[in-house]
């Protein structure tokens, strides 16, 4: 549909060319993203069996990367749903460590954040709507129980099918089995 091929490199546009950006500059969101990585990180290193990296740096480039990737492959419309759903897996944490409004005390820096954080959550609205848009097309587990329902239907008519022939078999040779004792 048309709407799909103008509407995802729209979406897509502000996290391939945030991504770019952070990339090429990535100190600068270094700041913003220590505590949420530091917090990530406790938590991951409570519950996993191996030990993550605590390179802020490193974390904001892998999430620049994730950006500009699924973010050129959504744009594409190549695995839009994968990509979305990827693309909505970065924006969280982002906004989180990007868009702090409540932290500040000046009205005019906390309405400049708060409006970054609600343009996210808009951004993130409509990542969710693409992570589940099936194109029209039925989904792969309407697909799945379509399949196994017809597959019951079949083996249900397969068994009554056998039944009636059992049936049919087993009286005639009931008949046989009379004439021969009579």
Known sequence: MLVR???????????IYGGIDTLRNPQSRVPGATPIVEQITEVAD???PVQISKDVEQWV??????????????????????SALLLTGSIVPTTLA????????DPQERFG???????NLGLL????????D????????FRAKRTAERAVAGAEASYEKASKKA?????KAAKQAKKITS
Do not use: C, M, N, Y
């Not at 729209?10 to 996290?15: Q, V």
């Not at 708060?114 to 343009?119: A, G, V």
């Not at 099936?134 to 989904?139: I, L």
């Open 5 to 15: 091929r103008i509407a995802r490199p729209l979406l897509a546009s502000s996290f």
């Open 98 to 105: 990007g868009h702090r409004f409540w932290e500040h005390d």
């Open 61 to 82: 480039k892998i999430d620049a990367a994730v950006k500009v990737g699924a973010g050129s492959l959504f744009a594409l419309g190549k695995f839009p749903r994968l």
């Open 125 to 132: 609205g409509g990542l969710l709507i693409a992570a589940v």
């Open 113 to 119: 954040q708060l409006s970054h954080f609600l343009k």
């Open 46 to 48: 409570r519950q996993l």
């Open 134 to 141: 099936t194109e029209g097309k039925p989904s792969v587990g």
């Open 167 to 171: 049936a049919k078999a087993q009286k």
